[in-house]
């Protein structure tokens, strides 16, 4: 009866636990980029000039890299200002699972606020 019940029970977790660990790193992908995303202004700043988000991909500058399966969209006007601050906008960070995330970034410091909730 004992080894019956394990066999039930391991049998409902154990297909999670790809899921669990899937999503695990999924969250920590998310999280880097968001840390990514706040350290522009101070790359900016380091650089001493302005980083214009979605100009940068178009010139080619490597400013921050994006996992394999990410896609980043920044709002336009989105500036990372030389002296450090930035002008706020809005980022949506999306995942070839069909997961989006829509940030919003609150001048000056543009910390990353979720907007809505994950689709």
């Given at each position: 009866?004992?080894?019956?019940?394990?066999?039930?029970?391991?049998?409902?977790?154990?297909?999670?636990?790809?899921?669990?660990?899937?999503?695990?790193?999924?969250?920590g992908?998310?999280?880097?980029?968001?840390?990514?995303?706040?350290?522009?202004?101070?790359d900016?700043?380091?650089?001493?000039?302005?980083?214009?988000?979605?100009?940068?991909?178009?010139?080619?500058?490597?400013?921050?890299?994006?996992p394999?399966g990410?896609?980043?969209?920044?709002?336009?006007?989105?500036?990372?200002?030389?002296?450090?601050?930035?002008?706020?906008?809005?980022?949506?960070?999306?995942?070839?699972?069909?997961?989006?995330?829509?940030?919003?970034?609150?001048?000056?410091?543009?910390?990353?606020?979720?907007?809505?909730d994950?689709?």
């Open positions: 009866m004992v080894l019956v019940l394990l066999g039930l029970v391991s049998s409902l977790i154990v297909p999670r636990v790809g899921l669990i660990y899937d999503n695990l790193v999924l969250r992908e998310r999280d880097q980029l968001l840390r990514d995303i706040h350290l522009l202004s101070i900016a700043n380091t650089r001493r000039s302005d980083i214009v988000a979605g100009v940068v991909q178009a010139t080619g500058a490597q400013v921050m890299s994006v394999d990410w896609n980043v969209a920044f709002s336009d006007g989105l500036v990372f200002k030389s002296n450090g601050f930035c002008t706020g906008g809005v980022i949506t960070l999306s995942h070839q699972s069909d997961r989006v995330w829509n940030y919003s970034l609150a001048a000056p410091f543009c910390e990353p606020e979720l907007k809505e994950e689709t």
